[in-house]
Structures are given as structure tokens and as C-alpha cells.
């Protein structure tokens, strides 16, 4: 069982920076696919961007590649969204997801709770 914790969000103009933080209070993300999703207003989830912990490869999103980056932290059980140049359609509530595969939201088994990220334009 892992159980994660995201933070980092909040308000932001448009053209700003904020990095979301991921942290497995109970587990470490050894051997996972490690996610980031969003859910806009009104939008169904879409994904964001993937690392395989193991050989660090990320995918991402084609529509946010150059502007989010993700990223492994030192320790086994932290994990980083680096989100620049934001725009009002990134206003959406971001997930954090652990042990699916790539893209596919339906294959992650263990989410949390979501930070709250509004781009005011």
C-alpha cells in the first residue's frame, strides 16, 4: 500500500512557475510508474507527465512538453512537477499517481488527495 501526499499548489498568474511536490508518507516509489494527472473545471482527467523510477524515462503530455517538467527527488519516495510559462487552462486540481503504466490513469491503483493549481490570467 502506498500513500501519497501532494502539496505545492495554489494561485498564480499567467507566466508563472510553481512546482508541485509528490511524497510517499507509507511506501517508496521503487520500481513504479510515478504520475502526475489533472482535472480542470468541468474536464475530465487527463495525464501530465510519467517517470519510470528505475531508468528515470519520463513521458509527458505532447500539449506540455517544454513547460512541465517532472522529476525524481534523492530519496525513494519523492517526486517533482516543475510547471513553468502557466496559462489559464492549466487551472485544474493535480493528482499524483503510483504502480500504473505510463499514460493510462486507469491502471494506477494508489492517488492522492490532489493540490489545487488557478492560473489567473
Known amino acids: 500500500q502506498v500513500e501519497l501526499v501532494e502539496s505545492g499548489g495554489g494561485l498564480v498568474q499567467a507566466g508563472g512557475s510553481l512546482r508541485l511536490s509528490c511524497l510517499a508518507s507509507?511506501?517508496?516509489?521503487?520500481?513504479?510508474?510515478v504520475a502526475w494527472f489533472r482535472r480542470p473545471p468541468e474536464k475530465e482527467r487527463e495525464f501530465v507527465a510519467a517517470?519510470?523510477?528505475?531508468?528515470?524515462?519520463?513521458y509527458y503530455a505532447d500539449s506540455l512538453q517544454g513547460r512541465f517538467t517532472i522529476s525524481r527527488g534523492s530519496a525513494n519516495n519523492a517526486m517533482y512537477l516543475q510547471m513553468d510559462r502557466l496559462k489559464f487552462e492549466d487551472t485544474a486540481i493535480y493528482y499524483c499517481?503510483?504502480?500504473?503504466?505510463?499514460?493510462?490513469?486507469?491502471?494506477?491503483?494508489?492517488w492522492g488527495q490532489g493540490t489545487r493549481v488557478t492560473v489567473s490570467s
Open positions: 499517481a503510483v504502480g500504473g503504466v505510463e499514460s493510462y490513469s486507469q491502471s494506477y491503483p494508489y
Open positions: 507509507r511506501g517508496t516509489f521503487d520500481n513504479y510508474f
Open positions: 517517470i519510470q523510477w528505475a531508468n528515470v524515462k519520463k
